[in-house]
């Protein structure tokens, strides 16, 4: 089946040791986006590309970089995670990201991130 | 900016009851809206959208919405819930202009007591 996949469902890492978490897509579709989603709050966009254009939320922190090496990966590296980085981490696609924002995303299962 | 907000966090239903989750949205435009749903261990997935037109828009497993633009509302009903639909369900807008990206709701999470 297409689909979403994210490696590992559950990272565990130290304070401060850089971390990269893995997202994988079957659809070949043109946008990827990584989100973080801490306890009882939404999802909050951290950035997204678009094909290879890397686009970056205004009040995503420095610590948190992304790449993109070909249409069907796309990691989430945090260079220096600290206790609040602790969260979920979702990883969505979508077909396209103009016709005014009517795509549908399609997520991943999400790696739940813990920072000792 | 846009924003949504959820009215409950958390609900509990005993089976056969009736479901309705509040979602309002706040923006200056034209909006999208969504309703996606998580159940347990699994992924966010759509439950369903409105775009435009008929605003009563019906999604799977039974779940319909509303939107009443006067209201900014966007709330989620099933008549009858099931003990499967134990999940947590998110509400999200993304505004309609250019390329834009979902805002979501905190999210209610159900849970159905058999």
């Known amino acids: 089946d297409a689909m979403v996949i994210q490696n590992p469902r559950y990272q565990v890492t130290q304070f401060g040791k850089p971390v990269t978490l893995s997202c994988s897509q079957t659809?070949?579709?043109?946008?990827m986006y990584w989100y973080q989603q801490k306890s009882s709050q939404a999802p909050k966009l951290l950035f997204h590309?678009?094909?290879?254009?890397?686009?970056n939320e205004a009040d995503t922190p420095d610590n948190f970089q992304s790449r993109r090496p070909n249409t069907s990966f796309c990691f989430l590296d945090i260079r220096s995670p600290g206790l609040g980085d602790a969260a979920m981490y979702l990883c969505?696609?979508?077909?396209?990201?103009?016709?005014?924002?009517?795509?549908?995303?399609?997520f991943g299962p999400g790696t739940r991130l813990t920072v000792l | 900016a846009q924003s949504v907000s959820q009215h409950n966090h958390h609900v509990i239903l005993s089976e056969a009851a009736s479901l309705e989750l509040g979602c309002n949205y706040s923006?200056?435009?034209?909006?999208?809206l969504f309703w996606y749903v998580q159940y347990p261990g699994q992924h966010l997935q759509l439950l369903l959208k409105?775009?435009?037109?008929?605003?009563l828009v019906k999604g799977i497993k039974g779940f319909e919405a509303e939107f009443i633009k006067s209201k900014f509302s966007f709330n989620l009903r099933k008549p009858s819930v099931q003990w499967s639909d134990t999940a947590e369900y998110f509400c999200?807008?993304?505004?309609?202009?250019?390329?834009?990206?979902?805002?979501f709701g905190k999210g209610t999470m159900l849970l159905v007591s058999p």
């Open positions: 969505a696609t979508s077909r396209d990201r103009g016709s005014g924002g009517t795509d549908t995303q399609y």
């Open positions: 659809l070949n579709h043109n946008v």
């Open positions: 590309y678009y094909d290879k254009d890397f686009n």
């Open positions: 923006y200056g435009g034209t909006v999208n």
């Open positions: 409105y775009f435009s037109g008929d605003p």
């Open positions: 999200a807008v993304t505004p309609r202009r250019g390329y834009s990206t979902l805002t």
